[in-house]
Every structure is written in C-alpha cells, then in structure tokens.
C-alpha cells in the first residue's frame, strides 16, 4: 500500500505542480487558450487564477516534500485534503457552467486526492 500511495501522491502532485505553475506563469489568455478545458478562467479574474494557481504548487509541494524530507510527515494528508477543497471548488464551477466531462475530471481526481489524505492519516501513515 506504501508503494501505491507513492505511485498515486507523485502523479497527482506532478499534474497539479504543472497546472499550477501553468497558471502562474502565463496570462490568463494564454492559459485558456490550451482548450476548452480551461475556458472556466472567463469567470474569474486574473488574481484569482494566480492565487488558484499559487495553492496547487504549494498543495502539490506539501503532499510530496514532508514525506521525501521526513518533516512534519502530518502535513502529506492534510496537503491532500486541501487540495480535495480546491477540487470541490473547481466541480462546482464544471457544474455551474454545465461542463459535465469535465466534471468528471474533477470528481477523479477528488478520489485520488482522497484516497492519498486516507492513505496516509489511516492505512499507511508516514513517520
């Protein structure tokens, strides 16, 4: 179960360092520009893409380098967790602008997210 934690911590925490850094780094054109997938960053303004952006690197940091350095190990669940909030948040935009697919990507990688935070405060927890 360690070994699958890692598995599923590392790929999730990539894809979310990337969308964030992605959001960060580039205007809010360019980023909606990659495709209708990222069409939700109409309903906000540029701040608030930088500030969701900024969330996802730090949520992604804190579910990999507490466990890599051996440091306050209890933040891994919780990074999870927080970014479970960010993706409950990101559903609730898919469903307000009725992008059902895309919902379904969120609802994902809540589960994943969920099952990291109950991996590590339950199954297999570090430290």
Same mark, same amino acid.
């Given at each position: ?17 990337? *969308? *964030?850094?992605?959001?960060?780094? %580039? ?8 495709? #209708? ?28 380098? #507490? ?9 891994? #669940? ?44 339950? %199954?297999? #927890?570090?430290?």
């Amino acid at each position: 179960m360690h070994t699958a934690l890692w598995i599923v911590t590392i790929i999730v925490a990539t894809a979310f360092a990337i *969308g *964030g850094v992605s959001q960060v780094a %580039l205007t809010k054109e360019k980023f909606r520009s990659f495709g #209708p997938s990222q069409h939700w960053v109409d309903d906000f303004g540029r701040g608030h893409v930088k500030a969701i952006g900024t969330t996802k690197i730090i949520g992604s940091a804190g579910m990999v380098l #507490p466990a890599l350095l051996d440091v306050a190990v209890i933040l891994v #669940p919780l990074a999870a967790s927080g970014l479970m909030l960010v993706m409950a948040g990101a559903g609730t935009t898919r469903f307000r602008r009725s992008e059902w697919g895309y919902l379904l990507g969120d609802l994902m990688f809540i589960g994943l997210l969920g099952f990291i935070a109950w991996g590590r405060f339950a %199954l297999e #927890p570090l430290g």
